[in-house]
């Protein structure tokens, strides 16, 4: 996804001029460097935190969340996707 959208293909072009695109690389660094993947390392589940993230437990969900909030207040968001690349 990234390689094509900093692409210089034209359809990449097109969606860089008529779209922002904010990437958040992962959201459980901690959980992920102990080999969780779905759980932070306080053994939350974060995919089950969207709704009603706590700033104190959950911190990078409350952040997206936070800033996906503020973007739909101000420009408005068209699509949010969660990719997970583990095996």
Do not use: W
């Not at 990078?60 to 973007?71: D, I, N």
């Not at 739909?72 to 068209?78: A, F, I, K, Y």
């Amino acid at each position: 996804v990234l390689r094509f959208l900093c692409s210089e293909n034209p359809d990449a072009k097109v969606l860089r001029d008529n779209f922002v695109f904010k990437i958040v690389p992962m959201l459980n660094p901690d959980g992920v460097v102990h080999g969780n993947y779905r759980t932070s390392l306080s053994g939350n589940d974060l995919n089950r935190r969207y709704a009603s993230p706590s700033p104190v437990l959950h911190p990078t969900v409350f952040a997206m969340r936070q800033m996906l909030t503020t973007m739909q207040e101000s420009r408005g968001v068209l699509l949010f996707v969660d990719m997970h690349g583990h095996s």
